[in-house]
T-cell receptor
């Protein structure tokens, strides 16, 4: 039973390029969360999605960042025109159902984005 | 005030020691509480859920004090492999997201 799969593990982009991060949730999980972790800091919530719906994007920067979770395929976190401050580890997590009581998150290995 | 606050540490303890971490949260309506563990540059992993009556899992004991809005984690007989960052996690006031504390660093030394 594969866990949450994220790719790529490492991504290097130059300033101004686009970054696409992919996440396939655990089998049977229909809820996906994206978190960002800056160096030496804690995880910050970005967005929560269910299939074809964005449920909560209160943690997403207003510009350049977008997320989707299509009916088929992985969830995608897209960062346009990257800047050095976007360099961080981006973790995806999934859960089997809504409501988090007794339904903790399962995290992928993360994608480490470096903007040069 | 941060939604979840933790002492960043580091806590440096010898093998076999007992160590306790506390965490405070600001949302009195929170219903879900967890401790996660994160090893250096790796993904967070669930250590244990925290229940109102307190719960134990081997050498780990978690307690919840709703009146004071704090959660604790006690580790007995520390092992070298316990060295990690321990994250206190609480559900947010609105929506289904979990809010993570910045973590407490534990270093167990031989």
């Amino acid at each position: 039973n594969a866990g949450v799969m994220q790719n790529p593990r490492h991504l290097v982009r130059r300033r101004g390029q686009e970054a696409r991060l992919r996440c396939s949730p655990m089998k049977g999980h229909s809820h996906v969360y994206w978190y960002r972790q800056l160096p030496e800091e804690g995880l910050k919530f970005m967005v929560y999605l269910q299939k074809e719906n964005i449920i909560d994007e209160s943690g997403m920067p207003k510009e350049r960042f977008s997320a989707e979770f299509p009916k088929e395929g992985p969830s995608i976190l897209r960062i346009q025109q990257v800047v050095r401050g976007d360099s961080a580890a981006y973790f995806c997590a999934s859960s089997p159902r809504t409501g988090l009581a007794n339904s903790p998150l399962h995290f992928g290995n993360g994608t480490r984005l470096t903007v040069t | 005030r941060k939604e979840v606050e933790q002492d960043p540490g580091p806590f440096n303890v010898p093998e076999g020691a007992t160590v306790a971490f506390n965490c405070t949260y600001s949302n009195s309506a929170s219903q879900s509480f967890f401790w996660y563990r994160q090893d250096c540059r790796k993904e967070p992993k669930l250590l244990m859920s925290v229940y109102s009556s307190g719960n134990e899992d081997g050498r780990f004991t978690a307690q919840l004090n709703r009146a004071s809005q704090y959660i604790s984690l006690l580790i007995r007989d520390s092992k070298l492999s316990d060295s990690a960052t321990y994250l206190c996690v609480v559900n947010a006031e609105y929506g289904n997201k979990l809010v993570f504390g910045a973590g407490t660093i534990l270093r167990v030394k031989s």
